[in-house]
DNA sequence: AGAGAATGTTGTCACTGTCAACATTGCAAT
DNA sequence: ATTGCAATGTTGACAGTGACAACATTCTCT
């Protein structure tokens, strides 16, 4: 018996910081805050990350592979001969995940990310893309935006998709725009993105 | 003569943290270090803004003044008796002004300022959304969408030409979806939110 | 000329991230 | 089963940081 190994303390740093993310913003997250509320010294986070933007960048790692495992579970609800429709509902499960984890999504959106990121959240978003993008072309095979580069329209998918949920989950924007947040609206937004 | 009085240190305070954004990211931002650079005390800088809070949202209040104005400039260059290409030409004055702004525009993209938004900061938001939200209901005065609702419209607009900047500001989508930048490239992606 | 507001300085405090040196535990090879 | 090593956790230290209070200088307005 001991408590001297916590046995999951990385996993427990990151839920703790996904909280306190929630919560607070990136901006009041603090190691030495986390090892105190998980009853554990002051350096142990460090053992899992070495440094705080690691803590940061496994947390986006992490949830780009959720969002990407959703937005292919939204995807899977219509017919593969349905592409343009898939698109849109790829689209809902985008903002529908950021609705419903404000504080992963805010941690994806902070810009100084990019700045810190390692192999593996380089690969999660690797593979966000692919998706998005395999399912960008099997849509223009179908006549979606035929003559339209699939740089482009990829740009312009993941952007808007992510662009809008940004505003959606941001509390000022919301605050200014002030609209009532309802899956209709949600669908509705989706539909100026990839017409249904 | 002295140099005890600045003269100016608040907007040199601004400049050089819009200098310190660009170069290291807003993680990177510290007032001290501000005031060193300057040849001020470290305590200098507080007469100005009272936490590091205030300052980010100093700028990003000035950030969104400046888009506004160049939003506005965008839209003028189309006459008033073509609101949608006048949508489209703001799309693209959106993009152009965050390429060429990425300090300032990542700072803005940063979801904590929301948390210490002050009433300037509002302000310039709610003008700006006031902007755009004006020619959107023009433009479906003339046809475009008109049975959308306005607000669904503003969030899709806001969100698409915001989160399209984003992704093209952006090091690591940048990296991860690699693509030139050219004056062609934004203007087929401001096509396709709003298709001139 | 002088008073009061604005601006800058100095000193201090608690807190933070990071590192190094050390302690404990888990585990795998023997 | 023992032992040795890697993984994990602890303690202590250091420099930097934001924020505050008390004080100094300068500007402005009358």
Same mark, same amino acid.
């Given at each position: 018996?001991?408590n001297?190994?916590?046995?999951n ?10 909280? %306190?993310i929630g919560?607070? $913003?990136?901006?009041a997250?603090s190691?030495?805050k986390?090892?105190k509320?998980l009853?554990?010294s002051h350096a142990a ?5 070495k440094?705080k933007?690691?803590?940061?960048a496994?947390?986006v790692? &992490?949830a780009?592979?959720?969002?990407t495992?959703? #937005?292919l579970?939204a995807?899977?609800?219509?017919g593969?001969s349905?592409? /343009?429709?898939?698109?849109n509902l790829?689209?809902?499960?985008t ?6 984890n404000k504080?992963?999504f805010s941690?994806?959106?902070n810009p &100084?990310?990019?700045r810190f990121a390692d192999e593996q ?7 966000f893309a692919q #998706?998005i993008a395999?399912?960008?072309s ?6 979606f935006?035929k003559?339209?580069?699939?740089e482009?329209?990829l740009i312009?998918?993941v952007?808007a998709?992510?662009g809008?949920?940004? %505003?959606?989950?941001d509390?000022?924007? $919301?605050s ?11 669908e509705? /937004?989706?539909?100026?993105i #990839?017409?249904?």
């Open positions: 018996m001991s001297y190994h916590h046995g303390l990385r996993n427990a740093v990151i839920e703790r910081a996904i909280a %306190v919560a607070d $913003g990136v901006e997250l190691l030495r986390i090892a509320d009853g554990v986070p460090a053992r899992h990350f440094a933007s690691d803590l940061l496994a947390i790692a &992490d780009y592979a959720e969002l495992k959703s #937005v579970a995807s899977n609800a219509a593969k349905q592409p /343009i429709r898939r698109l790829m689209a809902q499960g903002i529908f995940w950021a609705l419903e504080a992963k941690a994806m959106m &100084d990310v990019s959240l380089k690969s999660s978003l690797r593979e #998706v395999d399912a960008l099997d849509a223009q095979q179908h006549g935006r003559n339209v580069s699939g482009v329209l312009y998918a952007g998709a992510q809008v949920s940004a %505003v959606l989950t509390d000022l924007l $919301g200014v725009i002030g609209v009532e947040q309802t899956a209709t609206l949600v509705a /937004i989706a539909d100026q #990839v017409p249904a």
